[in-house]
């Protein structure tokens, strides 16, 4: 139902940054927490970040507290990672989603993959050592 499409990825030099951005359609865009996840080669989906519906609650994975930023301007349907101090181990497609109920109060510890229902094509962030 909501459409999201990410940009903003690319390649960077260890301690750079990025921002990436996810577009999304449709008009209850606002009703929706959000969530970043991103997989490398090989590996399982990663949760890296959230945030509620009304941007008052945010949620980032131990790998990015600190140096991630998460935020959403919902008048222009528009969600945000931005990504500081990049380190090599950051490499992998980013996904942005939109959570699978609405108006959600409260994820149960980290989100899970299983908690959204819409999600992106990804874009790549390849950070060199």
């Known amino acids: 139902q909501v459409q999201l499409v990410e940009s903003g990825g690319g390649l960077v030099q260890a301690g750079g940054s990025l921002r990436l951005s996810c577009a999304a359609s449709g008009r209850t865009f606002s009703n929706y927490a959000m969530g970043w996840f991103r997989q490398a080669p090989g590996k399982d989906s990663e949760f890296v970040a959230a945030?509620?519906?009304?941007?008052?609650?945010?949620y980032y994975a131990d790998s990015a507290k600190g140096r991630f930023i998460i935020s959403r301007d919902n008048a222009k349907n528009t969600v945000y990672l931005q990504m500081n101090s990049l380190k090599p181990e950051d490499t992998a497609v980013y996904y942005c989603?939109?959570?699978?109920?609405?108006?959600?109060?409260?994820?149960?510890?980290?989100?899970?993959?299983?908690?959204?229902?819409?999600w992106g094509q990804g874009t790549q962030v390849t950070v060199s050592s």
């Open positions: 989603a939109a959570d699978k109920i609405v108006f959600r109060q409260l994820f149960r510890g980290s989100p899970l993959t299983g908690d959204f229902g819409s």
């Open positions: 945030i509620s519906w009304n941007g008052g609650r945010t």
